[in-house]
């Protein structure tokens, strides 16, 4: 084997960001690889596998991810806090982005970078006999370079303490991204339900985008219909990554205004 990372795949989403690129994304919540291989088909950038709100302990995730390196769309995995070892299980399955939820403080989001990273980037055990690590074919110091290096690793902002604690959050080497969590933010800011166009939800957005462009961090935020129109407006606004909604919120969008559609004709 040689140095040139013979077998890994590049981060395409990575390589954009860096090029200066918006990348485009999507989320399944249904755990289906067909949703996976279809949105990288038709030539999404990443998505974004969810294992908080969704959750499943079997071999539905490692299917997931192998549909993304079938169909060259970037696997990122939002996984549940508090626990290290299911960051490090994400990465072995051979997700190259992980997102963790609720992270309030620079301390919380240090101990994200450190389950995600080997060292002397961080603490993330060793263990090359599985599909990220391609069973130990590849080289074992090649693979720890790769994971080091191509892995993006990314913290929720969603509550009014965050929104305090930014600069020592963004401020962390190690630390790629953030993902704005509208619907959290908006409870913690003291709405009675999620409010993504409130004001105070849109000044906080506002102050993360900015807080990220200082330490040279991606913001990444998620779209609900109109996708187009709701996507240009947090591009304009700095934001590098765009989630255009999920397949759950998209199939019940399409087929219920198909549905109301179609019977308005009937009637």
Known sequence: MSGNFIDLPQNKVLKKLREGKVVLGTCAYSFSPDVVQMAGYCGLDF???DNE???RQDSALENMIRASLASGITALCRVDRDNPFLIRKALELGSQAIVVPQ???RKEAQAVINAAKFPPLGTRGFGNLNQSGRYGVIDAGEWIQWSNSEIMVGS?????????????ILSLDGLDFVLIGPADLSLSLGLDKPSMNDTR???????VVAAARKHRKYVMI???SPWAENAWRYIDMGVNMVEIG?????LRTVWTDTIHTIKQKAE
Not at 161 to 168: I, M, P, T, W
Not at 202 to 207: C, G, H, N, P, S
Not at 246 to 250: E, G, L, P, Q, Y
Request: charged share 25%.
């Open 201 to 207: 939800v849109q000044d906080a957005i506002k102050t």
């Open 47 to 49: 998505c974004r596998i």
């Open 156 to 168: 929720m902002i969603e509550t009014e303490k965050a929104l305090h604690e930014l600069d020592g």
């Open 246 to 250: 999920h397949d759950f919120s998209i």
């Open 103 to 105: 992270i309030e403080t």
């Open 222 to 224: 998620g779209v609900a």
């Open 53 to 55: 709100h969704a959750w």
